[in-house]
């Protein structure tokens, strides 16, 4: 199965800092074919992205959206819009929208399956806090949030999981460390066999469970040998044109 490495900028970048990234990172990647290579800019480059993006190997993400298509619903964008755009991929449930938008499960879950109706790819991030994690909580609320949120979807292979543990994600600190490969791979591990229980065998090996939280060029290849680990989904790091790309080459 090929690797999914997806940069979520995050609120960064305007649209000439988009554009120039991407310039410059079309010319560092360009024999890649290791890696499905996906950005996820703000709502607001994603156009100026789409156009430059056109015959390359990249492909384009947002990093949210509504589940309806169309309404009133001031300052949201739906999954036509998205599409439109040149939009192939959606993160949706991101731990930063759980903490400071408040969505629950239940919505994102509804995010989920109009993602999928309208020919988009969900990237569903699940993960465990640090208060969890010492009380042993951690498969108990990984669980816990993919069920709730694979509700009624039955095209699970079009669903990418990224596992982020909150305690790894770097809000901005390039010194955060990331899970180490061995919890990193438990925690995939422990998902595949949910996926493998919650549909099969075969559809839970094709589903691509990749992880997020402080992957950087010093961690990435370690993490992205693990067996369960099928690619990353990078905040930080993806910033740089240099270091993404060399994210991006760490996966064989
Ligand atoms: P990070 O972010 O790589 O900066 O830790 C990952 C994410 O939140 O998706």
New binding site residues.
């Given amino acids: 199965m090929q690797k999914l490495i997806?940069a979520?900028w995050?609120m960064n970048k305007t649209i000439n800092e988009a554009v120039s990234f991407i310039s410059e990172f079309k010319k560092l990647i360009k024999d890649i074919k290791n890696a499905e290579i996906v950005i996820c800019p703000p709502f607001t480059s994603l156009q100026a992205v789409s156009k430059e993006l056109k015959n390359s190997n990249i492909k384009l993400g947002a990093q949210n959206m509504h589940f309806e298509n169309a309404g009133a619903f001031t300052g949201e964008i739906s999954p036509l819009m998205l599409k439109e755009i040149g939009c192939e991929y959606v993160?949706l449930g991101?731990?930063?929208r759980r903490e400071f938008f408040n969505e629950t499960d239940d919505l994102i879950n509804k995010k989920v399956a109009a993602a999928l109706k309208n020919g988009l790819k969900p990237i569903l991030?699940v993960g465990e806090t640090a208060e969890q994690r010492q009380h042993g909580k951690t498969e108990d609320v990984i669980e816990d949030q993919i069920i709730k949120c694979l509700k009624g979807v039955d095209k699970i292979k079009d669903v990418a999981i990224?596992y982020?543990p909150v305690w790894?994600?770097?809000?901005?600190?390039p010194n955060?460390k990331?899970a180490t490969k061995a919890d990193a791979e438990d925690a995939h591990l422990f998902i595949r066999k949910l996926l493998e229980g919650m549909y099969d065998e075969n559809a839970a090996k094709n589903t691509r469970i990749i992880y997020?939280?402080?992957?950087?060029p010093e961690n990435a290849k370690e993490l992205l040998a693990m067996p369960d680990i099928d690619g990353?989904?990078?905040?930080?790091?993806?910033l740089n044109a240099k270091s993404f790309a060399e994210i991006v080459k760490s996966a064989r």
């Fill in positions: 997806a979520n995050k993160i991101h731990s930063e991030c990224a982020e790894a994600i770097s809000r901005g600190n955060q990331a997020g939280g402080s992957m950087k990353g989904l990078v905040g930080n790091a993806s």
